[in-house]
Every structure is written in C-alpha cells, then in structure tokens.
C-alpha cells in the first residue's frame, strides 16, 4: 500500500547573493512577485496538493521568513476596525497553524542534497516532497497536486521535467530515459550538470521532488560531487541503481527562474498580466513601452 505524500521540504538556507544588495536585509524567499512572496506562492501549491506538515531548512537572517506565516494581531485588530474584511480574508492564506512549520538550520552550505538531509529527523519513514521556491510554476492544476496523483499510481520516486534548450543542459539535472509513458518517463539514469555536448537528453529536472525514504539512506552514504557540493541528484541516481523506480513527470505549466533577475522580472509580467486587477492597465503600459522603444531604434 502506496502511502499519502504529507510532508513536504522547503530548502530556504541559501544566501541569495544575486539579488543583493536587496537580500542583504531581506530573505530571498520574502521578495515579491507581483504582491506576495516568492515561498508563499510555493506554500500555496504544497497545500493543493494535500501536504500538511511543512519543513523550512534555514540559516541565520532567515527570521522574516519566519515571522511572515505568524499571526499580525496589530495588523489584524487595524484591518478589522476599518471593516477591511478583503484585505483580512488575504491574511488568512500567510497564517500557519501552530505546529504546522517546523524549521531546522543548515549550519553549511552543503549543497541541496545535504539541505534535505537536515530535515531526516522529522520526516520518518515516510514518503516526501521537495519545493524550491525559487522555481515559481504557473499552470492550470499545480505541478505538484499532478506528481502526488502520479505517485498514487507508480509510487517511487518522481522529479518534475522540462526540455530545455541543449546548449542549456549543463546548467541542470538531466535525465537518461528508459522509457516514456504519457507524462512519465522512466528514467535509467541522472547527471548533475553535464559537461556541454555529453547530456543524454535535453529533458531536465526542476524544482520539485516526490522522493521515498530510501533517499535519505543514501544521502547518508553521500560524498560531495559536482561543485564540491553534496548533490541530490547523485542520491536519487543511486536509487535509480538500486531499485529503477526513478520516474521523470512533464508537468503541464510553465515555469519560471525567480532565481535569476531576468526570470523574476519575467514571472513578474507573466503573473500581473494574469491579474484581472492589474492585467489590462499593465498591458497597455508595456504596448506603450514598447511601441516608444521601436520608434526611437
């Protein structure tokens, strides 16, 4: 029997230098897209997909991050007196039930796979997934509600795919695949980074895992590897190895670099585009700016 995947990793530790000096102060993960942070859109799609337990892997500076899903009382008291009961209803998504967050350091910047370690303890022998927030997806159904579905059916362990462009690959994990089914594939193997020219696909893994507790036992084992980091992808690998029940899922959506500047900035036009409140006084700004820019070519 197939257990519920309820517990999900939120990797949060990293320093964000691309974007100083604005991370200087700030956490990555608080900056906004549109008008609500980057791990609240990554929060949001965890609770579609029916996860309940929610592990932040942090480090120092990281307290704004955790005060944003504690409860304003001030705020809320000011919001209710002025009967600004939309703005409150807004609030209610930032709010975490005591007990629902747990947050655990990662002293060293070790690499992702040893950021999923930290969490081991809380986890069990149980099923998990794993979020990035900086991979921000925007789809119809939420691309980790469709691999929880996936993992109903095949259980393993799922990493969600994307093709990108092959002169792109070695900035990614990308997969050797066995065999395709509908939006699965098998994978028969995994290479962090390939060197250009050597990737055996153009399909590469992005920012969201369902992984099983084997996992963890060879992240236990696991020496540093590309970039002198300890790599998830080398672990997952491993289980591939071990027990082929490695699947690759090609989720419907898109998705967006918010780790980048230029894919901030474009997942800030694509998601205020969206906005009914916003969409189409925004769309007729950017027609003017870029009507303006050819003119003056």
């Not at 990554?42 to 307290?63: L, M, N, Y």
């Not at 153009?202 to 060879?218: E, F, H, K, S, W």
């Not at 289980?239 to 998705?255: D, L, P, T």
Request: hydrophobic residues 40%; neutral net charge.
């Amino acid at each position: 029997m197939k257990r519920k995947v309820t517990k999900a990793i939120f990797p949060v530790a990293g320093l964000g230098t691309r974007f100083l000096p604005a991370t200087k102060s700030i956490p990555k993960e608080i900056m906004t897209l549109v008008d609500r942070p980057l791990i609240q859109y990554a929060i949001d799609e965890a609770r579609a997909a029916g996860i309940k337990e929610f592990i932040f892997v942090t480090s120092r500076g990281k307290s704004a991050l955790e005060d944003y899903f504690d409860n304003a009382p001030e705020l809320e008291s000011t919001l209710r007196k002025k009967n600004k009961t939309d703005l409150l209803d807004m609030l209610k998504s930032t709010n975490m039930d005591s007990g629902a967050i747990a947050y655990v350091r990662q002293n060293k910047a070790l690499g992702l796979g040893h950021a999923v370690w930290c969490a081991r303890r809380l986890l069990g022998n149980e099923p998990f997934a794993v979020i990035l927030p900086d991979d921000v997806i925007a789809a119809e159904k939420p691309c980790l509600q469709e691999m929880v579905e996936a993992f109903a059916e095949t259980g393993g362990n799922i990493v969600a795919a994307m093709e990108v462009p092959p002169e792109k690959t070695s900035a990614y994990g990308i997969l050797d695949i066995q065999e395709e089914k509908g939006p699965l594939v098998h994978v028969k193997g995994m290479v962090e980074k390939p060197a250009e020219g050597s990737a055996p696909s153009n399909l590469a893994v992005i920012g969201r895992y369902i992984l099983t507790p084997a996992i963890m036992q060879n992240l236990n084992r696991m020496k540093s590897g590309a970039g002198g980091e300890i790599q998830l992808t080398d672990a997952i690998a491993e289980e591939i190895a071990q027990s082929n029940n490695v699947y690759g899922y090609r989720f419907r959506g898109q998705r967006y670099d918010c780790g980048s500047k230029a894919g901030f900035l474009q997942a800030t036009v694509a998601f205020g585009l969206a906005r009914d409140d916003l969409g189409p006084e925004f769309w007729d700004y950017l027609t003017r700016m870029v009507a303006a820019r050819k003119a003056a070519q």
